[in-house]
T-cell receptor, first 114, second 112 residues
Framework: KAGVTQTPRYLIKTRGQQVTLSCSPI?????VSWYQQTPGQGLQFLFE???????NKGNFPGRFSGRQFSNSRSEMNVSTLELGDSALYLC?????????????FGPGTRLTVL | AQSVTQPDIHITVSEGASLELRCNYS??????LFWYVQSPGQGLQLLLK??????LVQGIKGFEAEFKRSQSSFNLRKPSVHWSDAAEYFC??????????FGAGTTVTVRA
């Protein structure tokens, strides 16, 4: 079974631009979560989607948004990029039935904001 | 507030020696507990998980973890470390809220 895939793997943007990251979950998984990883803040939860509905959201500004499609694929968008948005963005998928389902992670998208 | 703490930022161990990584959690009720490993530039790989039952959990790559309710701990161990075990290790917890809370991570260096 193929794992979680994320595209693109690397991205360079400038301040003020916006960016969209994509995540395809493991086949059959209906939940997709997003995390931001930085050296200073570690791994922080952004949001989680199940059946196109956001079930939980972390403490990030409104510039960070996401959505999920009917095939469970998910995208996250960051508008008006700031230097501090430079990070590794990780997507994880799970079966989604329970809030404690095991999450399986993709390789991440490395975003650099100049 | 719910939190996961990994007290050791960096551990250096000799190849062939044993390894123990510490993890403590602070939750109202016992959460579901996980250990993940991350190699440089990679995503997170699940090593093992604890939901309930036997407090000693076996995982992949020869790792095991022991859950101790009285100490709110979930420490990861490996009897004999290989050079390929050099990586960053994350303890995480979940309490039925569709998200993982992670510790800060422990970087393991293996010396020959």
């Amino acid at each position: 079974k193929a794992g979680v895939t994320q595209t693109p793997r690397y991205l360079i943007k400038t301040r003020g631009q916006q960016v969209t990251l994509s995540c395809s979950p493991i086949s059959g998984h209906r939940s997709v979560s997003w995390y931001q990883q930085t050296p200073g803040q570690g791994l922080q939860f952004l949001f989680e989607y199940f059946s196109e509905t956001q079930r939980n959201k972390g403490n990030f500004p409104g510039r960070f948004s996401g959505r999920q499609f009917s095939n469970s694929r998910s995208e996250m968008n960051v508008s008006t990029l700031e230097l501090g948005d430079s990070a590794l963005y990780l997507c994880a998928s799970s079966g989604g039935g329970a809030g404690t389902d095991t999450q399986y992670f993709g390789p991440g998208t490395r975003l650099t904001v100049l | 507030a719910q939190s996961v703490t990994q007290p050791d930022i960096h551990i250096t161990v000799s190849e062939g020696a044993s390894l123990e990584l510490r993890c403590n959690y602070s939750y109202g009720a016992t959460p579901y507990l996980f250990w993940y490993v991350q190699s440089p530039g990679q995503g997170l790989q699940l090593l093992l998980k604890y939901f309930s039952g036997d407090t000693l959990v076996q995982g992949i790559k020869g790792f095991e973890a022991e859950f101790k309710r009285s100490q709110s701990s979930f420490n990861l161990r490996k009897p004999s470390v290989h050079w390929s075990d050099a990586a960053e290790y994350f303890c995480a917890a979940s309490s039925n809220d569709y998200k993982l809370s992670f510790g800060a991570g422990t970087t393991v260096t293996v010396r020959a």
